[in-house]
């Protein structure tokens, strides 16, 4: 099946320490994205690429960390920098038209 | 750089009547616009997109939005709303000269009453 897949899908994690969450696509998208969802505001873009060893910052990069070495592969680690981490995230890959998105990992800190 | 707004936190509707989620969005130059639905716990799925063309635009599950330029609006519509429609809707929107750069709005929390 062609799809983005997101694992875990749910992920625990202490104060302090980096975690990271993986999403991979065999849809042979070019771009690939990283979004996290709080309740009551919606999407918000943490980093995007647009090709395999390029990466820009989105609104709230601050505190995570990427890598695009693989078209297939854009992992995302959340740093201990990152205060409040607490969220549900989203990865999506797209070409020129709509973004296809995997089924999210909800991260929790505790 | 493009945004996109929408007004409306929660739409509530009743079974078989019209609905519309409404949407705004700012960008440079022409707009390439989606919906998006989203059900608990998951990812979002894909209702319709416009490129160019027809203004009235129709997706999946009986679902159509309509463009307007003069507006800036791309507004979510259905003749007849179902139970199983209630869910979070987002429209996104992605700027010419920047599309791979995609910005969604706060969301739009749909429920159909029977």
């Known amino acids: 099946d062609g799809g983005i897949t997101q694992s875990p899908k749910y992920l625990f994690r202490k104060e302090g320490q980096n975690v990271t969450l993986s999403c991979e696509q065999n849809?042979?998208?070019?771009?690939m994205y990283w979004y996290r969802q709080d309740p009551g505001q919606g999407l918000r873009l943490i980093y995007y690429s647009q090709i395999v060893n390029d990466f820009q910052k989105g609104d709230i990069a601050e505190g995570y960390s990427v890598s695009r070495e693989k078209k297939e592969s854009f992992p995302l680690t959340v740093t201990s920098a990152q205060k409040n981490p607490t969220a549900f995230y989203l990865c999506a890959s797209s070409t020129l038209g709509e973004a296809f998105f995997g089924q999210g990992t909800r991260l929790t800190v505790v | 750089a493009q945004s996109v707004a929408q007004p409306e936190d929660q739409v509530n509707v009743a079974e078989g009547n019209p609905l519309t989620v409404k949407c705004t969005y700012s960008?440079?130059?022409?707009?390439?616009l989606f919906w998006y639905v989203q059900y608990p716990n998951r990812g979002l799925q894909f209702l319709l997109k416009y490129i160019t063309g027809d203004n009235l635009v129709k997706g999946s599950y009986g679902f159509e939005a309509e463009f307007n330029k003069s507006q800036t609006s791309f507004h979510l519509k259905k003749p007849s709303a179902l139970v199983s429609d209630s869910a979070l809707y987002f429209c996104?929107?992605?700027?010419?000269?920047?599309?791979?750069?995609?910005?969604f709005g706060a969301g739009t929390r749909l429920t159909v009453k029977p």
């Open positions: 960008v440079s130059g022409n707009p390439y």
């Open positions: 849809l042979n998208h070019d771009a």
């Open positions: 996104a929107v992605r700027g010419l000269y920047n599309n791979n750069d995609m910005r």
